[in-house]
């Protein structure tokens, strides 16, 4: 099976609701082969900036889940036994990422829709050289789409 290109998500929360409206969709996404989540963490950062990782029955079905997100931002294949993220100097920019007094889903998700069209580009011997996911405000200020459209 060919991979798909990888994204790691960070999506902020003042506090999560986890009513399963995202997993519905994830799964949806999943079910047409669109998107694939490889891995997902949830964390919770403190008033005083401590990150905890959150533990939630609906977010994950594997034990392991979190393993391949921690390798990739310094947390390890397991994390520490308590809980607690690294200090900020052994962390990814997740500090920086997530306000205090916040939570954050980070996913990694492959984009199986892509495999095709990437797959062209490199034939035609592209590679790609920048990516970024606009911001809705700034979807707004281009005049694409009304604010109200963003909520």
């Not at 009513?19 to 963490?41: F, K, T, W, Y």
């Not at 390798?71 to 994390?79: D, E, N, Q």
């Not at 707004?140 to 789409?145: N, P, Q, R």
Request: charged share 25%.
């Amino acid at each position: 099976m060919s991979l798909g290109p990888v994204q790691l998500l960070v999506i902020g929360f003042d506090w999560p609701d986890f009513s399963g409206e995202v997993l519905a969709e994830l799964e949806r996404l999943r079910e047409n082969d669109v998107v694939r989540v490889i891995d997902l963490l949830v964390v919770q950062k403190d008033a005083d900036g401590v990150v905890r990782r959150l533990h939630h029955s609906d977010l994950a079905e594997a034990e392991d889940a979190g393993a391949v997100l921690g390798a990739l931002i310094g947390l390890g294949a397991t994390g520490p036994e308590d809980g607690e993220l690294p200090a900020e100097d052994e962390f990814w920019s997740l500090d920086e990422a997530i306000p205090n007094d916040s939570a954050a889903a980070i996913a990694l998700v492959e984009h199986r829709w892509a495999i095709g069209t990437r797959d062209a580009i490199g034939a035609a011997g592209g590679v790609a050289v920048a990516e970024a996911w606009i911001h809705p405000a700034d979807l707004v200020a281009a005049g694409l789409v009304d604010a109200e459209d963003t909520a």
